[in-house]
């Protein structure tokens, strides 16, 4: 039973949160990164306007599958970010 909650807990905190992460890290990961780096950083907001456009289309819509374009990228987004902000300290720090 306990196990379960966790479980809920933590499928709740993963719907919601990767979506919500996503902007304010691109927008420090745009402001924080230098040269090449914010340049790689930038290569996803074409993606994610599009995904976004998707998602509020399907929402207009009614649809209801509407969110599932953004639960599939916004993790894979996330984690791009985490590597180019890891890549922008290794630079810094040498």
């Known amino acids: 039973m306990n196990d379960d909650i966790i479980f809920n807990v933590f499928m709740l905190?993963?719907?919601?949160?990767?979506?919500?992460?996503?902007?304010?890290?691109?927008?420090v990961t745009s402001v924080y990164c230098r040269g090449v780096t914010r340049r790689?950083?930038?290569?996803?907001?074409p993606f994610a306007a599009f995904v976004?456009?998707?998602?509020a289309?399907?929402?207009?819509?009614?649809?209801?599958?509407?969110?599932?374009?953004?639960?599939?990228?916004?993790p894979v987004a996330i984690a791009y970010l985490c590597g180019c902000l890891l890549a922008e300290y290794l630079s810094r720090r040498d």
């Open 40 to 45: 790689y950083s930038l290569a996803p907001i």
């Open 13 to 27: 905190l993963a719907y919601f949160g990767c979506p919500l992460l996503y902007i304010p890290l691109q927008i």
């Open 52 to 55: 976004f456009a998707i998602t």
């Open 57 to 74: 289309i399907g929402f207009m819509r009614e649809d209801n599958l509407w969110p599932l374009c953004m639960i599939f990228l916004s």
